[in-house]
DNA sequence: CTGTATCCCCTCCGATACTG
DNA sequence: CAGTATCGGAGGGGATACAG
C-alpha cells in the first residue's frame, strides 16, 4: 500500500527503536494521525460504551458517512485499535469493539475531547456576555 | 471569513448551548481539529516544558516548515490555547508559550503521544521477534 | 530572526450510485 | 445491513522565494 514508507523490521534504526513523535520518521506520528483525525477519535469515542453496529455508529456520529466510516473503521483496525467481527449472516451483521490498546487510547482521547467542549461551552457563553 | 458557518452569539441553539461533539454543528469538532492536527499537536506538546521561540519550535519538530509552524501557531493563538510574545526589536524576537486552556489540552495530548509511542515500541519489537 | 507570498500537488472527504 | 466504486471539489501542506 505505502511503498515510499518502509515499516519492515529490518529498517528498525534511529527513531525506530525509541519511538519518539519528534522525530520526522517516528511510525507513530503516522498512527497518531489516524487516531485523532476528524472521524477517527469520533469513532473511538463512540465504541467507548461497547461493543457497537456499522449503522449504529453512523447514528451516533452525526455527519459521517458511510464511505468515510468504513475507510476509518478499516484504518483503525489495521493500526489494532479495534476489532471486526463478522457474523457471515443474511442480512450482513458486524460488529466492532475496542481492542486493549484501543479502549487506553479512547479513554486519553475522550478525556480530551470531554476537556475542549467543556472549554467551548464557557467560551461561549463568555462571548453571549460580552455581545 | 468562513460564512457558511456562524458561530456567533446569535446563534447559540441547539448543540451550541452544551457542546456536544457528536452533533454535526458543535464547534468543538473544529478547535479539535487544530489540536489535534498534524503539527498542532506536536506544537502543543513541543510548548509544554515552557516559553519557546519560533527558531526553538522549529528544530524541535523535526519537519515541520517555517510555513506550517507560523500558520498552525496562529490557529492556535485564535483558538486561545498559545500566546504570542513579540519583543518589537531588531533582529525580531517573538516568545509563546501554552494558555491555561492550553497547558491542560496539552497534558491530554501528551498523556495520549507517550502512550502510543510506547505501543508503537513494544510493538516493534513484537513485529521484529516475529520475522 | 520571524515570518509572507506564490505555486502546486495530493490527500481528505462529500455526493452519488451500485452490490452481495 | 454493510459495505464498495467513482468522481470531483476544497483545503492541508511542501518547496521556494522574498520581506521587515
Known amino acids: 500500500m505505502n511503498s515510499t514508507e518502509d515499516n519492515s523490521p529490518d529498517n528498525l534504526t534511529g527513531a525506530f527503536l525509541r519511538c519518539d513523535v519528534m522525530a520526522a520518521d517516528c511510525p507513530s506520528r503516522k498512527v497518531l494521525q489516524h487516531l485523532t483525525s476528524r472521524w477517527g477519535m469520533l469513532i473511538l469515542v463512540a465504541l467507548l460504551p461497547g461493543t457497537q453496529r456499522f449503522s449504529s455508529l453512523r447514528r451516533k456520529i452525526e455527519g459521517i458517512s458511510e464511505r468515510m466510516l468504513s475507510q476509518t473503521l478499516q484504518t483503525l483496525e489495521a493500526d489494532g485499535m479495534i476489532a471486526r467481527h463478522s457474523m457471515n449472516t443474511i442480512p450482513p451483521h458486524v460488529e466492532y ?22 472549554s467551548q461551552t464557557a467560551l461561549l457563553f463568555a462571548q453571549q456576555r460580552v455581545s
Do not use: P, R, S
Not at 484501543?102 to 475522550?110: C, T
Open 97 to 118: 469493539n475496542l481492542t486493549e490498546v484501543g479502549a487506553e487510547a479512547a479513554v486519553k482521547i475522550h478525556d480530551l475531547v470531554k476537556f475542549i467542549e467543556d
